[in-house]
């Protein structure tokens, strides 16, 4: 409009400041499309104006120009020009309720829990409980798309009288939500029984016996 070459003002920031306070905005986007033997490519720079009005190269990337293309540009310019939304969702499901959940440590919520809003990339993931042994996993969280953690915290009790009494008193669970370690479901295997014990224990004495009789030397009277 007023004769400035700005398509010339490639990484001259003097330049581009100019066009900022003539458009009068605090971001511009710039890009060029190349061609790399059969392949073309988009690149794309980002110029941002902070809180003093100076210009900075905010950030930059390429693209190829092929299926998908286009979130990819959505998702990288998300990440430069609006960090605090470039996020995912996190949802953790369990078998156990009232279990802490606990994401690079710091605790976030009980199970269960949907729709945690983290920001995206790999996250460590601790889901604890008193009477269950914990559940750890590293989690990959995409922009714009939810994970789910399954955490089965059944399968590992962790329970001694003494915590199982504690929490069967206060009303958090009750005995049937409350597995003795060593249990399955709940229950003792029969070998951990007095009566499997009882038995086990003639059974081998009955086969100590036997074994002796049969290799003790022969008397000599």
């Keep these: 409009?007023?004769?400035?070459?700005?398509?010339?003002?490639?990484?001259?920031?003097?330049?581009?400041?100019?066009?900022?306070?003539?458009?009068?905005?605090?971001?511009?986007?710039?890009?060029?499309?190349?061609?790399?033997?059969?392949?073309?490519?988009?690149?794309?720079?980002?110029?941002?104006?902070?809180?003093?009005?100076?210009?900075h190269a905010a950030g930059s990337f390429t693209v190829a120009l092929k299926d998908g293309w286009l979130a990819q540009v959505e998702e990288m310019l998300t990440r430069i020009l609006v960090p605090w939304k470039f996020v995912g969702q996190l949802i953790i499901e369990s078998d156990v309720k009232g279990a802490r959940v606990v994401v690079d440590g710091a605790s976030v919520c009980t199970t269960p829990c949907k729709g945690i809003p983290l920001p995206a990339g790999v996250h460590a993931i601790r889901i604890t409980h008193e009477l269950y042994r914990d559940f750890i996993k590293f989690v990959?969280?995409?922009?714009?798309?939810?994970?789910?953690v399954t955490a089965n915290l059944m399968a590992y009790p962790k329970v001694t009288g003494r915590l199982r009494a504690r929490a069967m008193k206060s009303g958090r669970i009750n005995e049937t939500e409350a597995p003795v370690a060593g249990t399955v479901g709940g229950k003792q295997p029969w070998y951990a029984t007095k009566w499997g014990i009882a038995a086990i224990t003639a059974a081998a004495f009955a086969v100590s016996f036997t074994a002796g009789y049969l290799l003790a030397p022969d008397e000599v009277v």
């Design 1 to 55: 409009k007023e004769n400035i070459p700005y398509r010339l003002c490639r990484g001259d920031l003097v330049c581009w400041t100019d066009l900022m306070s003539k458009l009068k905005v605090d971001a511009i986007v710039r890009n060029e499309i190349t061609r790399l033997g059969g392949q073309y490519f988009l690149y794309v720079q980002v110029y941002l104006k902070n809180k003093q009005g100076k210009l």
């Design 140 to 148: 990959d969280v995409r922009y714009n798309s939810s994970v789910k």
